[in-house]
């Protein structure tokens, strides 16, 4: 099969699916715990909040980045998210900032923002671990609500680390105690 043709339907191997069906599962139960200690007021931790979206959109992008390792997934995932979420708390402080030495609104963001976009960009051949797509979606997806980014900036770092470590490193092990299960069977 050539990898350069556009395919819209591939069959995935069974024991693949299984893999999957497993993550699958794992991620649901922590959907469940999160939303059963939500439910209860257990989400706020030594003043911090599980923000739900930092936690649970860590493992979609662990998951997207299908070409690395599970090692390499997990550092790209949590550093990227990291740096995305601190760069979006310098934009708003940049802007801030900014705006108080006399430069207009739209000045301020455009003029933070550049620089925003230029070290997501130009800094990924050197440092990917750090300036990555991870970081780029991070960055954006705090910045909806950009009044909070900067009062939501420790919740948000401290719920991307839980995430990281609660569903990628969980998803990890599962997947590698199911395809040893699955060589050991082969074996015989």
Same mark, same amino acid.
């Given at each position: 099969?050539?990898?350069?043709?556009?395919?819209?339907?591939? +069959?995935?191997?069974? /024991?693949?699916?299984?893999? &999957?069906?497993?993550?699958?599962?794992?991620?649901? @139960?922590?959907?469940?715990?999160?939303?059963?200690?939500?439910?209860?007021?257990?989400?706020?931790?030594?003043?911090?909040?599980?923000?739900?979206?930092?936690?649970?959109? =860590?493992?979609?992008?662990?998951?997207?980045?299908?070409?690395?390792?599970?090692?390499?997934?997990?550092? #790209?995932? &949590?550093?990227?998210?990291? !740096?995305?979420?601190?760069? /979006?708390? $310098?934009?708003?402080?940049?802007? !801030?900032?900014?705006?108080?030495?006399? /430069?207009?609104?739209?000045?301020?963001? =455009?003029?933070?923002?550049? !620089?925003?976009?230029?070290?997501?960009?130009? %800094?990924?051949? !050197? %440092?990917?671990?750090?300036?990555?797509?991870?970081?780029?979606?991070?960055?954006?997806?705090? &910045?909806? =609500?950009?009044?909070? #980014?900067? #009062?939501?900036?420790?919740?948000?770092?401290?719920?991307?680390? @839980?995430?990281?470590?609660?569903?990628?490193? $969980?998803?990890?092990?599962?997947?590698?105690?199911?395809?040893? /299960?699955?060589?050991?069977?082969? +074996? $015989?």
């Amino acid at each position: 099969m050539e990898h350069n043709k556009l395919q819209f339907f591939n +069959k995935p191997k069974k /024991a693949k699916l299984m893999g &999957l069906l497993l993550v699958f599962c794992w991620i649901i @139960l922590w959907n469940v715990i999160y939303q059963l200690l939500h439910a209860k007021g257990w989400t706020h931790l030594g003043g911090l909040e599980i923000v739900n979206w930092s936690f649970f959109i =860590s493992v979609t992008i662990f998951f997207m980045q299908e070409e690395l390792s599970y090692k390499e997934r997990f550092l #790209t995932t &949590l550093l990227g998210g990291a !740096v995305g979420l601190l760069i /979006a708390a $310098g934009v708003v402080k940049g802007t !801030v900032l900014l705006m108080g030495a006399g /430069a207009s609104h739209a000045l301020g963001v =455009s003029v933070m923002l550049i !620089v925003a976009i230029a070290a997501l960009i130009l %800094l990924q051949p !050197v %440092l990917p671990y750090l300036f990555n797509n991870v970081g780029f979606c991070y960055f954006i997806i705090s &910045l909806i =609500s950009s009044k909070d #980014t900067i #009062t939501n900036l420790p919740s948000n770092l401290f719920s991307l680390l @839980l995430g990281s470590l609660i569903l990628n490193l $969980g998803c990890s092990l599962i997947l590698n105690l199911y395809k040893k /299960a699955m060589m050991k069977k082969a +074996k $015989g």
